[in-house]
């Protein structure tokens, strides 16, 4: 079972960029699509964007879409989320799961199973 650890968030200024990573363990990674999930205060968490397998299969969600890049190194065991021109509604806990890849291609980012990590704070200030 892979087991996945989320870094790089931070506070930014709005506008700002910031590189966040998923690093696996546990499993070889290139086994698995990935997809990043976020939750603000008071909100339920909700899928923004996944890879598949292979990274040539993509997809963001509205809230994201062309202010973020994904992006996976398998012989590093990570996964990336660029997150680029970040806005104060930006800011939530980012958690990076293992999700279903034919869901993937489908445009749903839904996690395989409910085992979620701490996940990392990305802060943007007005």
């Known amino acids: 079972q892979v087991q996945l650890v989320e870094s790089g968030g931070g506070v930014v200024q709005s506008g700002g960029s910031l590189r966040l990573s998923c690093a696996a363990s546990g499993d070889t990674l290139h086994y698995h699509a990935i997809g990043w999930f976020r939750q603000a205060p008071g909100k339920e968490r909700e899928g923004i964007s996944c890879i598949s397998n292979s990274g040539d299969s993509t997809y963001y969600s509205d809230v994201i879409d062309g202010r973020a890049t994904i992006s996976r190194d398998n012989a590093k065991n990570t996964v990336y989320l660029e997150l680029m021109s970040l806005k104060p509604e930006d800011t939530a806990v980012y958690y990076c799961?293992?999700?279903?890849?034919?869901?993937?291609?489908?445009?749903?980012?839904?996690?395989?199973?409910?085992?979620w990590g701490q996940g990392t704070q990305v802060t943007v200030s007005s």
């Open positions: 799961a293992t999700v279903w890849l034919q869901l993937c291609h489908a445009k749903v980012v839904r996690a395989r199973d409910e085992q």
